[in-house]
Structures are given as structure tokens and as C-alpha cells.
């Protein structure tokens, strides 16, 4: 079955300490992409990438870091979390491309975070 | 700049109404992209449908019906005879051809309860 995962679902952490939430594929998407939703907000983007070794930020990148050593995976990184980074998360993947409509970006089931 | 607009924050309906949510959205862009997505009380993103800015026609699936109107910038979701599954928060979303983080730019969501 064509999926995003995403690990773990919940997480309840407190400020100050590592952790790092894993995003994996199965369609050998190029594309991947982390969004962060909070209430009255909708979705906004915090990193992309566009390939292996590829990423670049997008409009809400501050205290998250991300990587892409491998194509299925794009893990994002909290180095020292604090509680205004306490939301829902979600990573997405799509082909990467505008020629077709195959580029509908897909959603993990997210991973809510809460940091106290 | 681009921009999103749901105003409908929520929708209360009873099963078997119709009901229709507002998309209303700005860009620069000649060729861009809409979306819809689902998210039911479990969390999860649930692609509905994409639209390219040169496609015009409505289009319908099932309960569910678009209506794309560029002379209004909008792109309305009408759901025909709800029902009490159809109870979820709707997102209605815009890519840019020219934005090269294919980021989607989400409004801010409506959140629709079918009453039984």
C-alpha cells in the first residue's frame, strides 16, 4: 500500500531535550516536505527537499533542522525544543515536476507534539 | 502575496442538507494549482481533488462537487445530501507554478459537523 508514515504519533517531551520525529515513503517520491498545523493557522511549511541531499526551508524553519540521506526518508529534528513548537505535524511527499497531475502532495497521519 | 481565505470557521448542518464551503484565494500567478483536503476527528490529511488554473470545469465526484471560478478566485466544495461521516475539518490549498519549494499554502480550514 502506497503510504507516508510517520513515528511516533504522540509525543509528549519537555523543553530542552532532543528528539527527532522519522517521515518515511513507500512511492519513491523525490519530493518530501514537513508542515506544521496550529489552530486558525491552517498548515505552513517548515522545510522541503527536493531530493537526496537536497533541502531547503520553508516559511517556519526556526529551531527544526532536517536531512535527506536517503530518498523513502526525511526525519525532522528538534535540537532543543521549546513550547511554542508544541503543534501538530505532518510530512507529505509528491513526485517532484509540474507535468502531471501525479504531483498532489500526500500526508502522513501526523505526529502530535507537546512540549512542556 | 498569496493567500488563502476560508472565512466559514465552522458549519453545523443537519444529514441530508447540502452544503457548500467557501475557498476564496489570491496569487500573482498565471499557473497555479488548488486543492482540497479532508481531516476527520482521527487526524489524518485526505486529498479530495486538484485543480490546474487553466481547467475551468466543475467537477464531480459522487456527494461531492467543485465549483472553480477564476473571474471570483474561488473554488467552492459543495457536499450534496450530507451525511454524519462527512463530520471533519476541510482545508482548501494553492501552489504556485512559480514557487520552486512546491510548498502548498493552506487557508485556515471549516470545520463541518453533520448532525444526525
Known amino acids: 500500500e502506497a503510504q507516508v508514515t510517520q513515528n511516533p504519533r504522540y509525543l509528549i517531551t519537555v523543553t530542552g531535550k532532543k528528539l527527532t520525529v522519522t517521515c518515511s515513503q513507500n512511492m519513491n517520491h523525490e519530493y518530501m516536505s514537513w508542515y506544521r498545523q496550529d489552530p486558525g493557522l491552517g498548515l505552513r511549511q517548515i522545510y522541503y527537499?527536493?531530493?537526496?541531499?537536497?533541502?531547503d526551508k520553508g516559511d517556519v524553519p526556526e529551531g527544526y533542522k532536517v536531512s535527506r540521506k536517503e530518498k523513502r526518508n526525511f526525519p525532522l529534528i528538534l535540537e532543543s525544543p521549546s513550547p511554542n513548537q508544541t503543534s501538530l505535524y505532518f510530512c507529505?511527499?509528491?513526485?517532484?515536476?509540474?507535468?502531471?497531475?501525479?504531483?498532489?502532495?500526500?500526508f502522513g497521519p501526523g505526529t502530535r507534539l507537546l512540549v512542556l | 502575496a498569496q493567500k488563502v481565505t476560508q472565512a466559514q470557521t465552522e458549519i453545523s448542518v443537519v444529514e441530508k442538507e447540502d452544503v457548500t464551503l467557501d475557498c476564496v484565494y489570491e496569487?500573482?500567478?498565471?499557473?497555479?494549482?488548488l486543492f482540497w483536503y479532508k481531516q476527520p476527528p482521527s487526524g489524518e490529511l485526505v486529498f479530495l481533488i486538484r485543480r490546474n488554473s487553466f481547467d475551468e470545469q466543475n467537477e464531480i465526484s459522487g456527494r461531492y462537487s467543485w465549483n472553480f471560478q477564476k473571474s471570483t478566485s474561488s473554488f467552492n466544495f459543495t457536499i450534496t445530501a450530507s451525511q454524519v461521516v462527512d463530520s471533519a475539518v476541510y482545508f482548501c490549498?494553492?501552489?504556485?507554478?512559480?514557487?520552486?519549494?512546491?510548498?502548498?499554502?493552506f487557508g485556515s480550514g471549516t470545520r463541518l459537523l453533520v448532525r444526525p
Open positions: 496569487t500573482r500567478d498565471t499557473t497555479y494549482y
Open positions: 490549498a494553492l501552489s504556485e507554478a512559480w514557487d520552486s519549494s512546491y510548498k502548498l499554502i
Open positions: 527537499s527536493m531530493n537526496v541531499e537536497v533541502t
Open positions: 507529505a511527499s509528491s513526485i517532484a515536476g509540474r507535468t502531471s497531475t501525479s504531483e498532489t502532495q500526500y
